[in-house]
């Protein structure tokens, strides 16, 4: 590349233009703080949406300590019914809600079933018991679970347990992924 040759005017003109110019010593730059704070974000109050949301279309039989349970939401095959209960599926939590009243039991299983669809959990574990401590024999948890999770929107399927996972008194639950995980729940 050549080199750019200025006349005498041109350079004349420049230096009047820019004035007196004081040399630098250093080649570092003092930063100032800012004189405004940083601007903090504004809190943004969750939202409180109810999961319970489904109806429950026919009203659901009473249960009882060795009866088994099993749900499919519609739309879904049976295949993925048949899945769950072979443990297809593999657990990605669990939780015990024995000795919990009705009321304990749907905030924790709630708050549960929140965090597992948030942090991508797709078969969760729940152990409601049988309801042996129940009054006239009749499990309270099972029956208020079995209602719960067929009005929540975020379960897909659920279904008693094996014997050696807990048979009756536990259930697999199948979740729809977060939709931060971007996959729908149709590839099953």
Same mark, same amino acid.
């Given at each position: 590349?050549?080199?750019?040759?200025?006349?005498?005017?041109?350079?004349?003109?420049?230096?009047?233009?820019?004035?007196?110019?004081?040399?630098?010593?250093?080649?570092?730059?003092?930063?100032?703080?800012?004189?405004?704070?940083?601007?903090?974000?504004?809190?943004?109050?969750?939202?409180?949406?109810?999961?319970?949301?489904?109806?429950?279309?026919?009203?659901?039989?009473?249960?009882?300590?060795?009866?088994?349970?099993?749900?499919?939401?519609?739309?879904?095959?049976?295949?993925?019914?048949?899945?769950?209960?072979?443990?297809?599926?593999?657990?990605?939590?669990?939780?015990?809600?024995?000795?919990?009243?009705?009321?304990?039991?749907?905030?924790?299983?709630?708050?549960?079933?929140?965090? $597992?669809?948030?942090?991508? $959990?797709? $078969?969760?574990?729940?152990?409601?018991?049988?309801?042996?401590?129940?009054?006239?024999?009749?499990?309270?948890?099972?029956?208020?679970?079995?209602?719960?999770?067929?009005?929540?929107?975020?379960?897909?399927?659920? $279904?008693?347990?094996?014997?050696?996972?807990?048979?009756?008194?536990?259930?697999?639950?199948?979740?729809?992924?977060?939709?931060?995980?971007?996959?729908?729940?149709?590839?099953?």
């Amino acid at each position: 590349m050549r080199k750019k040759t200025t006349s005498a005017d041109d350079s004349a003109l420049f230096r009047s233009t820019v004035g007196n110019v004081r040399r630098v010593d250093t080649n570092t730059v003092n930063l100032r703080p800012d004189k405004k704070p940083r601007p903090v974000p504004a809190f943004k109050p969750l939202e409180q949406v109810d999961p319970l949301q489904n109806e429950v279309g026919e009203s659901l039989e009473t249960l009882f300590q060795e009866d088994k349970v099993g749900f499919l939401a519609p739309g879904l095959q049976k295949s993925v019914l048949k899945k769950l209960r072979k443990g297809y599926y593999g657990l990605d939590a669990d939780i015990d809600l024995h000795g919990l009243t009705s009321r304990q039991a749907q905030q924790q299983l709630l708050r549960f079933l929140h965090y $597992c669809v948030e942090d991508g $959990c797709r $078969c969760v574990q729940i152990v409601h018991g049988k309801g042996y401590n129940s009054p006239d024999n009749q499990p309270v948890l099972k029956n208020d679970i079995n209602l719960w999770l067929r009005q929540h929107k975020d379960v897909l399927a659920f $279904c008693s347990t094996p014997p050696r996972a807990g048979g009756t008194g536990a259930l697999y639950v199948l979740l729809k992924l977060s939709d931060k995980f971007g996959q729908p729940e149709d590839e099953l």
